[in-house]
């Protein structure tokens, strides 16, 4: 064990030692501060990888009966029942038949021919067609995808300091676009789905998938060119020669025509985002089913595009598992009243729709970096933003339209599932991201607090 993983377990076990000597208070009970202590030991054994992410998880799905956080197992599994759940497995089944045939070489090859002129040029190609993957599959499996591609395109380098400068800007770049390019449909991301899913357990509302679309495609417009220029402007990707360029599109060896297999898969694909564009009119069209349908649709025999080992082979079962715990863990943080408590601290106060918006992307962005697991800040602060809304006379849709665009950029630091993949290939230091990043969450919070009211006044929200 590394020293940090000793630290980490250290810190863990103290704190879940100390959390039964703390006195309860009038708004928040022993029950409660036993659920804020193992959230704050679970995320500091995540940050510090003291031990396998699985594992974490299924201690802490143990401990949660064992010391009455929970009243019994069950109740500690109850994230695992979250329809959100099997939606991220449904994604890497459907990121998994984009990766088995050539269709994302395709559109990589696609961009690369207008913009791969120059490594910077190419770089915003990749951030392109990333973001483009990802409004449609996971960002997670998303990330994977174009990371395998971009450490490819870095065997290129002969010198070693051009391939680690031009390999930090394109492992930061692909994460950062794949989170961007989630925002543009609900479907982009397991999280977006999670915070529809806590307004409607609240409020009985819900964002239709045309609205999402609605805010956030011209949001992503707007900001993957402005990460671009930061990523090129604070990394400086080295330049090769245009002949490199050309020599790696003509290497990923892709069929001149395309296959019966990807049209099979244009074919699902499209059917799935007709009926997600739909449910925003017919409430029984579920998208988590349609994604989960789709999926199980290219394993069938006859299509035949995904077999079905290949698909297990490619779920990350540590995110499944990190998803159902955190959830388990937010569902107690309700149940323990510790939202309320939350909203307790919160003063009162009256402030317009734009300085709201900016309110809640600056706390949001805040909160990552203290609890940098999406997933659990969303089922953490929802009730909380729900509260505020209502109290200041603002839709508590917009609002958490608002907290799900811009929850899962959580790349100020690399503690998130998806920038950890990339992190992992070592082309950068933990602080390298928030160079480019930083900046970049300072224009979020000054773009959504222009766009969002208006985009909601144009939606009737």
């Excluded at 790696?248 to 019966?260: A, Y």
Aim: glycine share 6%.
């Amino acid at each position: 064990m590394k020293r940090k993983h000793l630290i980490g377990i250290s810190i863990s076990v103290f704190i879940l030692i100390i959390m039964f000597f703390i006195p309860a208070t009038e708004s928040l009970g022993q029950a409660g501060i036993r659920t804020i202590g193992m959230l704050v030991a679970f995320l500091i054994l995540l940050i510090t990888e003291a031990l396998p992410m699985m594992l974490i998880c299924l201690i802490f799905l143990s401990l949660m009966p064992l010391l009455k956080v929970t009243p019994n197992f069950s109740s500690a599994l109850v994230g695992f029942s979250n329809q959100v759940v099997f939606f991220i497995l449904a994604s890497f089944g459907i990121a998994a038949a984009f990766t088995t045939i050539p269709l994302s070489k395709r559109l990589l090859i696609a961009i690369l021919k207008v913009f791969g002129k120059s490594v910077k040029s190419m770089i915003f190609a990749l951030m392109m067609c990333s973001a483009v993957i990802s409004s449609l599959v996971s960002n997670v499996p998303t990330c994977a995808i174009f990371m395998a591609i971009s450490l490819s395109f870095l065997e290129l380098y002969s010198d070693p300091e051009a391939k680690k400068k031009t390999g930090r800007a394109l492992m930061i770049a692909i994460p950062v676009s794949s989170m961007i390019g989630g925002m543009m449909t609900p479907a982009g991301s397991s999280i977006n789905l999670l915070a529809i899913g806590m307004l409607e357990q609240y409020t009985g509302q819900t964002i239709t998938f045309v609205q999402w679309m609605a805010a956030g495609i011209p949001l992503t417009i707007i900001l993957l060119p402005i990460a671009w220029k930061l990523i090129c402007i604070v990394y400086n990707p080295a330049e090769i020669a245009p002949k490199m360029v050309r020599d790696f599109i003509n290497n990923l060896d892709i069929p001149e025509k395309i296959t019966v297999e990807e049209i099979k898969t244009l074919v699902i694909t499209g059917i799935m985002l007709v009926l997600w564009i739909l449910s925003s009119w017919f409430r029984g069209i579920n998208v988590m089913v349609v994604a989960l349908a789709g999926c199980c649709a290219f394993c069938l025999p006859g299509i035949n595009v995904l077999k079905f080992k290949t698909f297990l082979e490619n779920v990350s079962w540590e995110s499944f598992f990190l998803v159902g715990t955190v959830l388990s863990l937010g569902s107690a943080m309700v149940s323990n009243n510790v939202s309320d408590w939350l909203i307790s601290l919160i003063p009162p106060m009256t402030l317009s729709t734009p300085v709201l918006t900016g309110f809640i992307v600056f706390v949001t962005f805040a909160l990552l970096v203290f609890i940098p697991v999406a997933p659990s800040l969303v089922t953490f602060m929802s009730l909380p933003f729900i509260t505020l809304a209502a109290g200041m006379g603002v839709s508590p849709v917009l609002i958490m339209l608002v907290f799900g665009l811009c929850v899962a950029n959580c790349y100020l630091l690399p503690l998130d599932t998806v920038p950890l993949l990339t992190y992992s290939t070592g082309y950068y230091s933990m602080t390298d991201m928030m160079k480019s990043t930083l900046p970049l969450q300072i224009c979020i919070v000054v773009v959504m607090s222009l766009w969002m009211p208006l985009i909601g006044r144009i939606l009737g929200l």
